[in-house]
């Protein structure tokens, strides 16, 4: 039989003791203190039943640096489990984000969808983390080696750095377990879908195990216009578990040649009718694609990580983790518009009374190659211990980054290039395959940047008494990023300008909290934080942003955790309040030199998350947000952007946003579910309603699953079983649909 209990070991130096002697670790000690021992620990983990794969509730996170329980957290944090992602059938992590409340999505114009949080930007896409360090890459992320994903809302800053206005995104990636589990998947679905995925973890050692992962996704059609093809491979070793000094390598591989929807054009209701909102095509389904059949956003990942924890005893733990991570994407896609009023049937401006089959689109080019290689260090201590007569949760780190883009883009028959002519098509016969040759693009660097960056952070949750807690933490981040533009010659071969922009940013970024926990099954909290973004949120600096400070912005947050009294059910409250202090403008006074940070905006509202098992057969979660102020309180008065008056209720912030979800075990072999997603009425980012305006929208999605045997069980979802159109990620000149009707069975083997 195979004894978990690790054997003796020398002390190892930490890994991370040279990093952090930079950081504010010396003040997990005190002269009073007894020297740490070094040897063995044995550290109690659910290695054997990991909350997350088996329940919709989590009861920890890594998210706030160090694992923590939730309830210790002065903030609201919303965990979406791989039950709930292997339940709904979450392939991607924007669909896992979707069934989060408060998240929209921003179809941006090179493709990138920017997520937003309480109505404001997670810094394009820059707010999303792996494992705890930055992500910053454009890349479709999938699920297949999630444990889970973590959205932390509101200020943060002080643990993460630059960004994190509405929150922060953690995705956890499944580690090596002590236990001997094979799983395999099989799913099948609409539009030619199908879906492989392996899971293999073996214990190699009485303290060492491995873990494999692999993934294989082939679709003619998302659902929402784009076609799928992706594979992807990540494996991990882990030695050491459990003991004194554990250590973990892994590598993660991701190649995505997917179709790219990028989407329709706004529609008036009738030409005479000037006051009415553009809004959607009604009338198209869900699945409809006039894009390029070669159209396409393929793009790949490779992250190799090394970690490293050592603990120190009495719950204490230094972990270091390195990353090296290099990113590739080639898009070729294209804008759809309506043609010309010449082009038109009956030679009219396109509106919803003479939309029809005939109506004649065109398709434009979007074209970006983008490289990206970053290195990652960071380095944090977890120390508990007694002092002043009170107790100390102290975390204390200190982080590096290197970042690197390099921008390639097509250049058109001005600038001495291939000039990509598409045909136009017609409404009445989307997917018809039309394609164009890309092959001989000539290609040229439009841009790129070196960042470089390092931060520091302490902060200390202190019991000052049996039922209450202070957390105080402090962040200081120097940045130093070099951006180059190069001009576009008017003809081949033609002269390259250069021009080069720099800026160095040093901030200081606070969260306070308050803690009351009158007992085991209740914890409310009211806390205070900070976090700023810099000028060119990607460092894509320009003349006028390279001049400029950061943005600033803070969050207050009065919320509460509460379990029932069998910990099975917990339901989180939530009231915030975030603005943002300054926001660019362009003003009149400095138009020619640089932006103003003149403006300012907040949003206000109410937040309930519900999750766990009412009783031991019927598992609920929901997350809903009610945002009832979102408005601009000043901005320039020759704003950059279309609308964002005074006033002015800023887009992507719905009223009303959330998902249910619940399931009910009927027998032993019976298992069924349902849910909803909704979002009320909103506008794109940057105008005003009702100049644009998408409607609000509710899916339902149903599951049954059969287990056939203790080791086999076959499932199969129906999502937006309405066929439901609803425009998901809205831009300006254009929304993508969500996905329409799918039907999906599948089937899981253990072994």
Known sequence: MHDP?????????????????ASAGALAQTPSAPAPTLGTVIVREKVEAPEGKEALRATTTTIGKGNQQLRDIPQSITVVTEKLMDDRNLDTVKEALRNTAGITFLAAEGGEEDIRLRGFSLAGTGDIFLDGQRDPAFYDRDTFNQDRIEVLRGSASMLFGRGSTGGAVNQVSKVPRLVDEKEAGLTLGSHGYRRITGDLNLVTGENAAVRINAMHTKADNNGAGSSIDKTGLAGAFRWGIGTANEFMASLYWLDNNNGMNYGMPWIKPSASDTTASNTIIGSLKPTAYFGMASDANAGSAKIATFSHIHRFGSGSELKTQVRKGAFERDQR???VRFAAASLQPGGAAVDLSNFGPGTVLTRGTQLKIQDVDTLHAQSDLSAKFDALGVRHELTTGIDFAREEKTVHAARNAAQGGVNLVKPTTTAGTPDDGASIDEGSRVLRVGNQFVAKAWGVYVQDLVQIAPT???LAGLRYDSLDGAYDSFAIPTAAPGPVTTTSYRQKISEVSKRLGVLWQPDALRSFHFSYGTSF???????????????????????????AKIDTADRRFTTRFAIFHATKKNERNTDPDTAATRLLLSGKRHTAGFEVDVVGRLNPKWEVYGSYMWMPIARVDE??????????????????????????????????????????????RQSPADVTAPAWEAPSFVTADLMAEYLVTQNITIKANISNIADKLYAESLYRGHYIPGAGRMVQVGLTAKF
Request: charge should be positive; hydrophobic fraction near 30%; aromatic fraction near 8%.
């Open 5 to 21: 209990r690790p054997k003796s070991e020398p002390a190892l130096l930490p890994l991370g003791a040279l990093m952090l002697a």
């Open 333 to 335: 896609a294209g804008t």
């Open 468 to 470: 209450w807690k202070l």
């Open 533 to 559: 973004n810099t000028s060119g949120d990607t460092y894509s600096y320009n003349a006028l942003s390279a001049n400029t400070p950061p943005e600033q912005s803070q969050n207050l947050e009065l919320g």
């Open 635 to 680: 901005a320039a008065s020759t704003a950059t952007t279309v609308g964002n008056r005074v006033g002015d209720r800023p887009g992507l912030s719905p009223r009303h946003s959330g998902t249910v979800w619940t399931t009910y075990q009927l027998t032993p072999q019976w298992r069924v579910g349902g849910g909803l997603n909704f979002r009320s």
